[in-house]
């Protein structure tokens, strides 16, 4: 049953209803008091006044305590509320909905009363009108307050949520059981719209980042082992089924975001197997070992429909994604669709020949998926209940499938293997054997993992676009926040030595960069100062070519003057040798002939000097310029050198960097990890200071129950 209503769940939200009253219809069965009351008196139309009496002459005959066919009788007002063997027959505010109404106002077959006219529409009206005005008893009774459900609010809609799908902010992380190994895989589910899966174990439901794998929290449910698990359309509420075995099963209902526990619906003497809310978050179905398919109203926890036609356990449960329709299957193979809302049997399957372990829908909600013991998922359409498809999946047996938003399937089964096919139900991968039967498979929002648990406890996270990729472990038995902080200290230690390693290689590298730079350097400024001596000597030999050039020319000239004054003299000396009075000219062209060649020698003289200088400088030039050549291969060296150490210092800083980005990681991790246990640690106190000043009201009766379940799941 529910623990406390949702009335007051949403902040801010004002919830009214009113008492609806009717004025009393004139009808043959009538009394006349009612028929004479004043006009426009307002009257309230009861069962023990104005109904009963159009039953004992309609309807009795066959339905009564002692003859009740169909398992329904209609002579007292309990018994009609309880209903007949396929569930109530009126519910409350809601005529058209009730099946009573629909089968004597000829709206469904088969008409009643049976081979009779229609009775009188005033009698219809008022079946009607009591129905809608609150079912009530007698004269004393007060039409219930409808309470509405702000849960259906919050899922109204379907589709994905603005913003993304929720995930946890605040939710404990804290295991509730410590355990060395997980229990065989019972439930395991995927949120429609955020990277989020939910695995489900004894006392606890552990929820992991499916991108990341990083465990995100931890949802208390101490009644037992968790059996089933579903997000709400929206993604922003998880509905898990379970219990204790052939004791106590309930369906509990927990804000994602939050982690807080905001329902329970359900009070069954055996745990549940199969669970589901509807698209608007108003009805959860469920069933189990007791055979019965039971609805209950979200908003007050009130039992709805309690449908008996199932002949073994039921093992799985499924709303339409568009609620329309809610199908049961069960382990004798019986696969049921019924009418949402009316609780009518819509759909008898009998093509499966074994036990049906499971069910999904398509998005569209025209394909039903279903997962036998025979080896095959079959596809059945919705309007005739034909196979449209039917796989053979697993040998000796499928155990679970599930569809992603692609309309592709993914299958596990008892042949130890993980399966996925597109969605003309082609296989299109094969994920590595487990150890053991693969009980539980769901696929990711984004259909990029899918993640499998088997009957040792193992869960395993895989790549939907590389099978062959190593798989991330998402146990479903979490070490304690404790453990998990000792774990990550001891990995912040271990990462911080590479680190420190890391960065004394880059030092090291940086030291004999600077030394080789500096090698270097002293190597090109010494080649630098060969090259400019160099140039100098250039420049002093192409000043001394330009003067041996001038040199030249003036030795030239003066040679020319002294060949002509060697001349002049040979002519004197032809006529002196016949005329004597020419000896002083020969004595004073001799004497010139003699300045002239002196003057010749003088020059040469200087000639010869400098080009012995251009000879020095050119050979000066050129011993510079091969010792600055000779500098080039250690330049070349050290730049080769230098090379080679910029790389490695490069990727030695990327090692530095790699090295610390995983050593902060781990220290965030760390500091995550504290705050966690902080914040679980005050928790405990807060939540039991808060429910010692709560009041008796719902918020108050809330908050209660918050601590409640908090003090019973970590009693220990």
Not at 290 to 302: F, N, P, T
Not at 412 to 438: H, Y
């Amino acid at each position: 049953m529910l623990r406390y209503p949702f009335s007051r769940l949403l902040a801010g939200v004002l919830v009214c209803s009113s008492v609806v009253v009717y004025s009393a219809l004139v009808a043959p069965s009538v009394s006349a008091d009612d028929a004479a009351a004043k006009e426009g008196e307002v009257k309230k139309i009861t069962y023990e006044d104005h109904i009963k009496p159009i039953f004992r002459e309609k309807c009795l005959t066959c339905h009564n305590q002692g003859e009740a066919k169909g398992g329904l009788a209609l002579d007292t007002y309990g018994s009609t509320m309880t209903g007949g063997g396929s569930g109530e027959i009126v519910y409350d505010g809601d005529a058209e909905s009730s099946r009573l109404w629909q089968l004597v106002a000829h709206e469904d077959t088969p008409v009643m009363p049976p081979e009779q006219e229609k009775i009188p529409e005033a009698q219809i009206n008022l079946i009607k009108d009591w129905i809608n005005g609150g079912l009530l008893e007698n004269s004393g009774s007060k039409a219930k307050k409808k309470k509405a459900n702000p849960l259906a609010f919050a899922g109204a809609t379907s589709g994905k949520p603005e913003g993304g799908g929720a995930m946890p902010e605040a939710v404990i992380q804290q295991p509730v059981v410590i355990s060395e190994r997980a229990g065989a895989a019972t439930s395991i589910a995927a949120s429609p719209w955020a990277p989020l899966v939910a695995i489900g174990g004894q006392r606890q439901i552990v929820l992991y980042n499916t991108d990341t794998a990083e465990l995100v929290g931890i949802l208390p449910f101490p009644e037992g082992l968790i059996q089933s698990l579903r997000f709400s359309r929206n993604g922003a509420f998880l509905i898990a089924g379970g219990g204790a075995d052939a004791s106590r099963g309930m369906v509990t209902v927990y804000d994602v975001k939050t982690g807080d526990r905001l329902s329970v619906v359900g009070d069954e003497l055996d745990t549940v197997l199969g669970a589901d809310v509807n698209d608007r978050m108003t009805r959860i179905a469920l069933g189990g070992p007791q055979k019965m398919l039971r609805i209950y109203d979200l908003a007050d926890g009130e039992l709805l429909f309690d449908i008996k036609k199932h002949t073994d356990w039921i093992y799985d449960v499924a709303y339409s994604p568009d609620g329309v329709l809610l199908a049961s299957c069960d382990r004798a193979a019986g696969l049921l669709v019924w009418e949402a809302e009316t609780g009518r049997n819509y759909l008898n399957l009998t093509d499966h020949k074994d036990a049906i372990n499971a069910l999904s829908w398509r998005d569209d909600s025209n394909v039903l998926a279903t997962a036998s013991d025979d080896g095959t998922v079959k596809l059945f359409e919705m309007n005739e209940g034909k196979v449209i498809k039917s796989i053979n999946a697993h040998g000796g047996g499928v155990l679970d499938v599930a569809f992603d938003h692609k309309g592709q399937l993914v299958t596990c089964g008892k042949d130890n293997r993980v399966r996925l096919w597109d969605a003309s139900g082609n296989k299109k991968a094969d994920f590595p054997a487990m150890p053991e039967q693969v009980l539980e498979v769901t696929i990711s929002h984004d259909s990029k993992r899918i993640i499998a648990g088997d009957w040792t406890g193992q869960t395993l996270c895989w790549n939907a676009e590389d099978p062959k990729a190593p798989a991330q472990a998402m146990p479903a038995n979490p070490q304690s926040l404790e453990q998990r902080i000792a774990a990550s200290t001891a990995d912040v230690a271990a990462l911080s030595a590479p680190v420190t390693a890391a960065e004394t290689a880059a030092k090291d590298l940086q030291a004999q960069i600077a030394a080789t730079t500096d090698q270097k350097n002293t190597a090109v400024a010494a080649q630098q100062q060969k090259t400019q001596q160099a140039e100098q000597k250039k420049a002093e030999k192409t000043a001394a070519e330009q003067a041996v050039a001038a040199l030249t020319n003036q030795r030239n000239q003066l040679r020319g003057d002294a060949d002509q004054k060697q001349q002049a003299l040979q002519g004197s000396l032809e006529k002196l040798k016949t005329d004597a009075a020419v000896e002083p000219q020969v004595a004073a062209q001799e004497k010139a002939l003699a300045d002239s060649l002196q003057k010749v020698a003088a020059k040469r003289e200087e000639l010869v000097g400098k080009q012995n200088a251009v000879k020095q400088l050119a050979a000066a030039e050129a011993a510079l310029r091969a010792e600055a050549e000779k500098m080039k291969p250690a330049i070349a060296a050290a730049d080769k050198k230098l090379a080679e150490l910029n790389d490695k210092l490069t990727a030695a800083q990327a090692t530095v960097t790699s090295a610390k980005t995983a050593r902060d990681a781990a220290a965030a991790k760390l500091q995550q990890l504290q705050q966690a246990l902080t914040q679980f640690q005050q928790r405990g106190a807060e939540l039991a200071k808060a429910a010692e000043a709560a009041g008796d009201d719902e918020n108050g009766q809330r908050v209660k129950d918050q601590a409640a379940l908090f003090s019973t799941a970590y009693a220990q």
